[in-house]
Every structure is written in C-alpha cells, then in structure tokens.
T-cell receptor, first 114, second 112 residues
Framework: AQKVTQAQTEISVVEKEDVTLDCVYETRDTTYYLFWYKQPPSGELVFLIRRNSFDEQNEISGRYSWNFQKSTSSFNFTITASQVVDSAVYFCALSENTGNQFYFGTGTSLTVIP | NAGVTQTPKFRILKIGQSMTLQCTQDMNHNYMYWYRQDPGMGLKLIYYSVGAGITDKGEVPNGYNVSRSTTEDFPLRLELAAPSQTSVYFC???????????FGDGTRLSIL
C-alpha cells in the first residue's frame, strides 16, 4: 500500500485562480513528519514546508498555505492567486519516527495557464 | 554555498557496464540518501546512510551498492547496468530523519 497518496496526477488552472493539491498519508507511528517539495521544469527539488505530527496548526506563507488534518490523514497544499511560475510538480513526503526511510508521493503536476 | 553536488550530470551506459555516481555535501549532515525518479513518478529510496560507516537499504536497493567512508561523500555504484536502471538519480542530505532534505541537481542516466 502507498504510504503517501497524491490522487491528482495533473491539474491545470488559469492564472490567478486558487488551487489545492491533495495529500493523504498512511502511518501507524504517532510521531511522524510531513513535507512538501516543488520540482520546477528545470528539475531540481525545492523544499517548501515541514510539519510534525503534533503540530496541527495550519500555516500560511505568502500565497501558499497548508492544511494538516490528522483525523483524515491529510496534508493539503493551497496556492492562492496562482502564477505561471507556480507551474511545477509538487511532491508530498512522509518520514516516520521508526526507521529512517522517506516516502514520497507520485506527485501532482500543476500547470498554470496565463 | 555548494550544498549537495552530484557528478556526472548525464551519462549513457551500455548494458552490463558499471559506474559510480558521486555525491558530496558540505553541510556536515549525518544523513544522506539516494533516490531514483522514473518518468512521471515520485522518488523511490534506494539506499540511505545515517552517518559515516553506516548504510541501509531503502525501497529499491537491488542492483545498487553504496559506501559511506566520510561524512561528506556517499557514492552509489551500479555493478551490471540494466535498461531498468535508466532513470534520474538524486542524492540528498539532511541533519536528521525529521529534517528537510537538501537535494543535488540529479544525474540523468540512460542504459542502452
């Protein structure tokens, strides 16, 4: 079974629209860590945010916001007023407290149309 | 700041050849990782290391080997290259398992 599921394979939005990228995770650990990464067309991986399992506060950083809900095992990412530069593949990832492995979702490819 | 440096950036191998992908980091991170990314897919963990002299298998270790003789370097070895190993390989490092990973720019490897 997938540890991290990103059901949306591809999303297209028109510039200035809001868009939410879904991430559902699976773990039996009570302590774990969730991450979002961005991979623009140039190919590098850029860290966006980290959350630990004890911190369910939502976070806002400029046009980006994250909604962490343990009850639904979800860690969704919203981009407000999307811009062409937001076009990229976005990955959600999970690190469990037991073991040292990292699990990435399959990614959501976001295209922002001008 | 160099961060995580991977060499080479591109490589074409013939089936059965061997090669080593180099990875070095200058952040004094204990944790280092090797991933492969197949087209349209996420990253799969090949091997990881929690410090010099300590390595362990990830999800997809078959066909690969690693070593970690220093904190800075974490090379990945392909012994008998197979077409299924055509992929983009990323090296990453972090201060700990609960910390964000810093990634290199990747090595694009094709095996023909």
């Amino acid at each position: 079974a997938q540890k991290v599921t990103q059901a949306q394979t591809e999303i297209s939005v028109v510039e200035k629209e809001d868009v939410t990228l879904d991430c559902v995770y699976e773990t039996r650990d009570t302590t774990y860590y969730l991450f979002w990464y961005k991979q623009p067309p140039s190919g590098e991986l850029v860290f966006l945010i980290r959350r630990n399992s004890f911190d369910e506060q939502n976070e806002i950083s400029g046009r980006y916001s994250w909604n962490f809900q343990k009850s639904t095992s979800s860690f969704n990412f919203t981009i407000t007023a999307s811009q062409v530069v937001d076009s990229a593949v976005y990955f959600c990832a999970l690190s469990e407290n037991t073991g040292n492995q990292f699990y990435f979702g399959t990614g959501t490819s976001l295209t922002v149309i001008p | 700041n160099a961060g995580v440096t991977q060499t080479p950036k591109f490589r074409i191998l013939k089936i059965g050849q061997s090669m080593t992908l180099q990875c070095t980091q200058d952040m004094n991170h204990n944790y280092m990782y090797w991933y492969r990314q197949d087209p349209g897919m996420g990253l799969k963990l090949i091997y990881y290391s929690v410090g010099a002299g300590i390595t362990d298998k990830g999800e997809v270790p078959n066909g690969y080997n690693v070593s970690r003789s220093t904190t800075e370097d974490f090379p990945l070895r392909l012994e008998l290259a197979a077409p299924s190993q055509t992929s983009v390989y990323f090296c990453a490092s972090s201060r700990g398992q609960d910390q964000p990973q810093h990634f290199g720019d990747g090595t694009r490897l094709s095996i023909l």
